[in-house]
Every structure is written in C-alpha cells, then in structure tokens.
C-alpha cells in the first residue's frame, strides 16, 4: 500500500462534512499522490505496478469526489496541477 487501502472501501461513515475542508487542498493532496502512483506504474517492478494501479483508481475517485463540492476553484487546481506537472517531468 502506498497511500490507500485497497482492501476496504466504504462510504463515508458518522459525521464527514466535507465543506469543512478546503475541496482544492484536498483535490491537489490526491493528484500529488496520482502523480506518484504514475511513477510507480510507469516504473515500479510488476508487484508495485499492480499495487499502483489498484491506488490510481482510488486517486482518481478521490478527486473527482473534491471536484464536485462547491468550494472547489478549478483555476486554482488547474495552475497547481501545471506546476506539479512540471516538476515531476524535470524529477523522471
């Protein structure tokens, strides 16, 4: 497991109020750990490739999750999202 656990998906339990988070902040914390994903899936031996892929799943329903709430500022997200793009190219 590198971020998520793949064993157990549940809905959100008790009282989660998720317009008590920042929907951009936690939006961008899931592509950042997406991007890594990638690079174990792009990179990793066969066990961290499956591993990988599992956890890109749930990235990516993670963040189209932020994605929808009504504090989410795609503008934001979208020049975060060049920066760190930017990065990880000049870190591969």
Request: proline residues 1%.
């Given at each position: 497991m590198f971020f998520y656990d793949t064993e157990a998906?549940?809905?959100?339990?008790?009282?989660f109020r998720p317009e008590k988070y920042d929907a951009s902040e936690k939006y961008l914390e899931h592509y950042q750990n997406f991007l890594t994903l990638d690079f174990f899936y792009r990179n990793g031996n066969q066990m961290e490739r499956n591993q990988a892929k599992k956890e890109i799943e749930i990235a990516h329903r993670?963040?189209?999750?932020?994605?929808?709430?009504?504090?989410?500022?795609?503008?934001?997200?979208?020049?975060?999202?060049?920066?760190?793009?930017?990065?990880?190219?000049?870190?591969a």
């Amino acid at each position: 497991m590198f971020f998520y656990d793949t064993e157990a998906r549940s809905g959100f339990a008790g009282n989660f109020r998720p317009e008590k988070y920042d929907a951009s902040e936690k939006y961008l914390e899931h592509y950042q750990n997406f991007l890594t994903l990638d690079f174990f899936y792009r990179n990793g031996n066969q066990m961290e490739r499956n591993q990988a892929k599992k956890e890109i799943e749930i990235a990516h329903r993670k963040m189209k999750y932020w994605a929808r709430q009504e504090n989410y500022n795609e503008k934001l997200v979208m020049k975060v999202r060049e920066e760190l793009n930017k990065k990880m190219k000049v870190a591969a």
